[in-house]
């Protein structure tokens, strides 16, 4: 049985902030992670309704179920926010494996129970999880940084955080939730199970971290106009293919 969990990640910022805020961090991180001849090559990027992308990237995680030899791993992303698709395939294993996440945005506190409009037989075996971006037990061992601490960031533009206190989701505006559903198919005998929770829990990470950095970040993307994020994403797409070939920092400043 293909492993499917809706995870909801509760922010304080309005769903129209988010739109700017999450295309700063994917820029952000797809710079972060691109270099020593790996990382993020953006193929096409297109209209569809707000835009299309393609990509191909070999994050870290997919390393661990990949085969030697066979490091690519083909990205194909619809936004026509604030209803997201992104759909991951590995060419090496062809039709077994794919991780097809889902996403809605919306202005509540992760009370909707069916933001995406999901099916009877999706909704008989979907999980539900919430993840606390102020809970580090979200965070794998090693993934904590205190510069991307909720409960301790404060900005300055927003006067918003930290984000210290137990009830803080129940009480902050402005306030919106991501709703993503995850579907991991890894159909291979013997193996299925293992590496479909490996991945939902590989994930879990990094939707927890994504989003406290996003939160940390806030001073840097707030107030950004989306032809400022537009011409922010050629430019790191120009520069991508030039990093791929170059040896990874361990920073990049964009402040």
């Not at 820029?27 to 990509?55: C, L």
């Not at 402005?174 to 579907?183: A, D, E, I």
Request: with cysteine.
């Amino acid at each position: 049985m293909v492993l499917v969990k809706e995870y909801r990640i509760t922010n304080n910022c309005t769903v129209d902030e988010y739109r700017i805020a999450q295309l700063y961090a994917v820029a952000k991180m797809s710079m972060n992670e691109t270099g020593g001849g790996e990382g993020v090559e953006v193929i096409k990027n297109e209209p569809y309704d707000n835009e299309k992308g393609k990509g191909h990237r070999i994050p870290a995680w997919i390393r661990a179920v990949a085969p030697k030899g066979s490091l690519e791993l083909h990205e194909e992303a619809w936004n026509a926010y604030p209803h997201c698709l992104t759909v991951l395939t590995f060419p090496y294993l062809g039709t077994r494996f794919k991780v097809v996440t889902e996403t809605m945005h919306l202005a509540d506190r992760a009370t909707t129970e069916n933001a995406l409009n999901l099916e009877a037989d999706i909704l008989a075996v979907r999980q539900v999880e919430s993840i606390s971006v102020t809970n580090d037990k979200e965070l794998s061992n090693g993934t904590y940084k205190e510069s991307e601490d909720p409960k301790l960031y404060k900005a300055s533009k927003t006067a918003r955080g930290p984000l210290s206190a137990e009830d803080w989701a129940e009480t902050c505006e402005p306030v919106m939730t991501c709703y993503k559903l995850l579907t991991v198919e890894f159909n291979y005998w013997g193996l299925q199970a293992m590496v479909e929770k490996f991945i939902h829990t590989t994930m879990r990470n990094v939707f927890a971290v994504f989003h406290r950095q996003l939160f940390c970040d806030t001073d840097a993307w707030f107030g950004m106009t989306i032809e400022e994020l537009r011409a922010m994403e050629d430019e790191t797409a120009k520069n991508l293919l030039d990093k791929r070939n170059q040896e990874l920092p361990s920073k990049i400043d964009f402040s």
